[in-house]
């Protein structure tokens, strides 16, 4: 089946958003009825998610008419379970690391507030960290546009996070801003570099990104718990492992639901910068309230008086998300550039020139009658298109060029 690129961008991304809000509402129910304690519930997520992970991989290699089911149905890059390799390793242990953080904040939230509605939309003020990680990282400087678009979802965030009772707690603040948000960070950021790395000349595949991310999340929650329980005369570890044993179903249920939300989120990550992705996964604010209504109706959590002042708030809130989210969407242009070098100048340096102008993903040295196509993304056709071809002319070397505006790209899911 093919797919427009833009098209399957957005698809993945909001259903992502939509899975981790189910998510969201079973993680509460297991919080509420079985397992009070946050450490242990991370540690019971890990030693569990590890094992549900590794069937649902096998499972998905398994292979029908020459390609595996993974590949067919999740992720065409997918062949089958593979051991990391020695490039992917550092990014691992990255992910990993920021992966356990950003759980253990998480369980911390949901032990803390009574409102899952809240817990998520605090989250998503992670898109200016990623902004500002992006332009250090990153050659692609965020437009003006991006900027932009991206303050109005979080100020769309911010006012979604007030629940619906118009409490705010500053203990939860502290988490999100100092615990989760950093940690989500290193974590997207690192997912995406291994999105974008090659494996056996093909693009990295979600399934393995997102198994061997929890085995690595599940060493470094061991250790850190282990040194926090040394610490603090705690026996967090060993309530983890009963935890995992007592309520392993339950937790199977929800590890085996994550799965498949972070699978799409990395796929995702693999399309678009990790700000925009993470700017259209805001639309989890929206989804999480019938989640949230649907627990308090059934008394899993208090029920909440609704302020009327403090919904209009949150409604506003969403509106904004969705207008940051359409201005993602409809600014960004692709295109491809052909170029022509006169003979004798060198292939390499023209090429790192090439390279290192500010909106260019891609260069390619090819043979026929142009010497190197270089893609381009940006978010102002203008202005873009006017610096990007100064920084060309400006090159010694370019004979001719021709730039090619994309319509239309397809891709296959």
């Known amino acids: ?46 030693l569990v998610g ?12 398994i292979p029908i008419k020459g390609k595996s089911i993974g590949g067919k149905i999740i992720d065409p890059s997918f062949n089958r379970l593979r051991l990391f390799r ?3 390793l550092k ?6 690391f920021g992966n356990s953080l950003l759980t253990l904040g998480y369980f911390l939230l949901l032990s803390i507030l009574e409102d899952p509605s809240v817990v998520l939309p605090f989250s998503q003020i992670v898109i200016i960290y990623l902004l500002f990680i992006e332009s250090i990282v990153e050659k692609n400087v965020p437009t003006i546009v991006e900027v932009q678009s ?31 948000i950093p940690a989500w960070t290193i974590f997207s950021i690192y997912q995406r570099k291994l999105k974008l790395l090659k494996i056996d000349k093909k693009p990295n595949d979600s399934i393995n ?8 999340a599940c060493v470094f929650t061991l250790i850190m718990i282990t040194i926090f329980d040394f610490i603090t005369n705690s026996n967090n570890i060993i309530a983890g492992i009963n935890a995992s044993f007592d309520h392993f179903w339950w937790v199977s249920l929800t590890m085996a639901i994550t799965f498949f939300a972070f699978v799409f989120y990395i796929r995702a990550l693999g399309i678009g910068k990790a700000s925009i992705t993470q700017a259209v996964r805001s639309s989890i604010i929206i989804f999480i309230i019938p989640v949230t209504i649907i627990l308090a109706s059934l008394g899993i959590i208090p029920l909440f008086s609704v302020d009327p002042v403090w ?22 242009v692709k295109a491809y550039i052909f ?9 390499e340096e023209t090429m790192r020139k090439l390279w290192n102008i500010s909106g260019v993903n891609r260069v390619a040295a090819v043979a026929g009658d142009y010497d190197f196509i270089i893609k381009i993304r940006t978010r102002t056709l203008v202005k873009g298109y006017e610096k990007i071809i100064r920084k060309i002319e400006s090159i010694e070397g370019i004979k001719e060029y021709k730039w090619q505006s994309v319509l239309k790209e397809w891709e296959d899911i």
């Open 1 to 46: 089946m093919k797919i427009r690129r833009k098209y399957l961008f957005y698809a993945l991304a909001l259903t992502s958003s939509i899975i981790a809000s189910l998510v969201v509402g079973i993680d509460t129910i297991i919080r509420v009825k079985f397992i009070q304690n946050p450490y242990a519930f991370g540690i019971a997520c890990f």
């Open 50 to 61: 590890t094992f549900i992970t590794l069937l649902i991989a096998l499972f998905l290699s």
């Open 86 to 88: 020695k490039e992917e």
């Open 91 to 96: 990014y691992h242990l990255f992910a990993g």
């Open 150 to 180: 991206a303050v109005i979802v979080t100020f769309g965030a911010i006012l979604g996070s007030i629940s619906l009772g118009g409490s705010i707690s500053i203990t939860a603040l502290a988490i999100v801003f100092l615990l989760y």
């Open 209 to 216: 990104i997102r198994f061997w991310n929890v085995v690595f």
């Open 311 to 332: 919904l209009l708030i949150k409604i506003i809130g969403i509106i904004l998300i969705i207008l940051g989210i359409i201005s993602f969407a409809l600014t960004l």
């Open 339 to 347: 170029i022509k070098i006169k003979p004798g100048h060198p292939v």
